[in-house]
């Protein structure tokens, strides 16, 4: 992973302010990175002061306008740690336990079966996260994640595949939905993803009732942010 910028630039505060506009969103969308060493942290760029997970991480980004890095210990929960490349699986999410007291599975095997599909980078991969709304992001993002309620969900995907057509494969399983489903798995596969969040995630990061979490590659971004206007002024669109 390089602290390069992408060989074709992108206006981050025009496209944040496009999205915002156009969609109606309450909040930021949300550029995150992964920094491989220290040295691919901005100059200045303050480690987050308390230890909390990675989806109440992306929502003081949303709704404070917060840029920071975290390393593994300012992550809370070890699964999403886990899922960003930050630390190693623990042996209780590994054989399933974790989950399984939980109460979410029938038996620990069919944890299991969930857990070994969770995308996840190598453990090690990952120095530290970094977080900052789009339209102020110091870095160069690899993932942008937006949380909003299913109507933009919808308008987002159509503008996904405004250009070429076809269609959307989302993958969750209702656990790790921020951390793996929407910035892991996105990043690792380069394809957006939906997910529809997770007890953790709403319990701890502000996802409302009514809100779905989508991540797509920083890639799309001027795709997306080209088609979004023509897909929600089209004569069919509601």
Known sequence: ??????????DYPEAAA??????????????????????????GMEELDKTI????MVNLARTEGKIFSATSGKHECNGGAWS?????????LKSGEFYFK??????????KRTID?????????????????????PFTPQVI???????IMLKLAQSTLFRLGGRISAE??????VCSDATAQTYLTGRPNFSLGCDGSRRFSGIADDEMVMGFPAEMLPEIIEALPIIIGASGSK
């Open 172 to 177: 969750f399983s209702g656990i790790q939905s």
């Open 1 to 10: 992973m390089s602290n390069e910028p992408m060989k074709i630039a992108i």
């Open 18 to 43: 496009t999205l915002k506009r156009v969609l109606g969103l309450k909040g930021s969308p949300v550029a995150i990175k992964f920094a491989t060493t220290k040295e691919e942290i901005p100059a």
């Open 53 to 56: 997970r990675h989806c109440s």
């Open 84 to 92: 960003l490349g930050l630390r190693e699986i623990t042996p209780t």
């Open 145 to 151: 994640l937006i949380i909003a309620n299913p109507r």
């Open 102 to 111: 939980l109460g979410k599975f029938d038996s620990a095997a069919a944890c």
């Open 117 to 137: 599909k969770v995308s996840h980078l190598n453990p090690g991969d990952t120095y530290a996260t970094l977080y900052a709304p789009l339209e102020k992001t």
